[in-house]
């Protein structure tokens, strides 16, 4: 595709004031954190370690991390579980209804958080009569989590073809031994950056946490969220969404990186 010279400096400037409004307010949170002025005038009157100091020992954000730690790692387990299954279900097969059901599937990444917080309280309060806990903020998240799992691994099985399970078979492996030795394999960088995906999303939600978790579970959004006006806990929220800026962009990376593997995952 040809652009002219002055679509090209269009697109440099619309591309710069993108990347401003994104970028830039990220910059100024990650420069208050050290901000010595607990009012944050601007610019700093100085630099400080000691909100640091405070945020790393803090009880409830320590307690918040672990809870979305936690929260993260099973529902991306789930995710891996069944969106790898889905994923194969629909490539692999064909069957009637089989668009109806990959629509359904990707379904909860599109909708609204509020109406998939809403949606699933109702069910686990209305309809299975469960009491709001940990379990029902893993089973949340683990519904958009399978989302990214699902199409990493759809996507690499569309790349890949069914070649090599083929010739597997017609030599004499079965099922497992032919998705333990060859679809396994070929699916590894796509399930890792999968999960990856997965887990920060699931470490970033506040939404659909707000409706699905109990009173006395805090995951470190709702943590920072709760704090963020509060005068004296100000500066320490800085330091926390500081830290998950930084923590955010390896996972993100790496998928990436994965995701984009030219070799199509082969071993």
């Known amino acids: 595709m040809y652009l002219t010279r002055g679509m090209r400096v269009a697109l440099r400037i619309i591309t710069g004031v ?14 208050n954190s050290f901000n010595a002025d607990r009012a944050f005038g601007w610019p ?37 579980v069944l969106g790898t299954l889905a994923a194969m279900s629909l490539q692999r097969y064909r069957f009637f209804g089989r668009d109806a059901v990959s629509l359904l599937v990707i379904l909860p990444i599109a909708l609204p958080g509020i109406v998939t917080g809403i949606a699933l ?20 998240h683990a519904t958009f989590c399978i989302v990214v799992v699902f199409n990493n691994v759809i996507a690499r099985l569309r790349r890949l073809g069914g070649d090599l399970e083929e010739a597997s078979m017609d030599l004499g492996a079965d099922g497992f031994t032919t998705f333990w030795r060859i679809t ?18 699931s470490f970033d939600e ?14 470190l959004p709702i943590w920072i969220l709760d704090n963020l006006f509060r005068p004296n806990q100000a500066p320490i929220v800085n330091v926390v969404a500081t830290i998950l800026v930084i923590a955010s962009i390896i996972p993100i990376y790496i998928a990436q990186r994965l995701s984009g593997d030219p070799s199509g995952g082969r071993v």
């Open 44 to 80: 700093p009157s100085g630099f400080t370690l000691t909100w640091w100091s405070r945020a790393l020992h803090n009880a409830g954000a320590l307690d918040a991390l672990r809870s979305s730690v936690l929260v993260g790692l099973l529902s991306t387990a789930i995710a891996l």
């Open 206 to 219: 506040i939404i659909v946490t707000r409706f699905t978790a109990s009173q006395s579970t805090t995951t």
């Open 18 to 31: 993108v990347l401003t409004v994104v970028y830039v307010p990220l910059v100024v949170v990650m420069i």
């Open 184 to 201: 396994f394999p070929l699916l590894r960088t796509a399930l890792l950056a999968g999960g990856l995906l997965a887990f920060a999303l």
């Open 121 to 140: 309280n109702n069910a686990f309060r209305t309809i299975l009569g469960v009491r709001l806990s940990l379990a029902t903020l893993v089973v949340a």
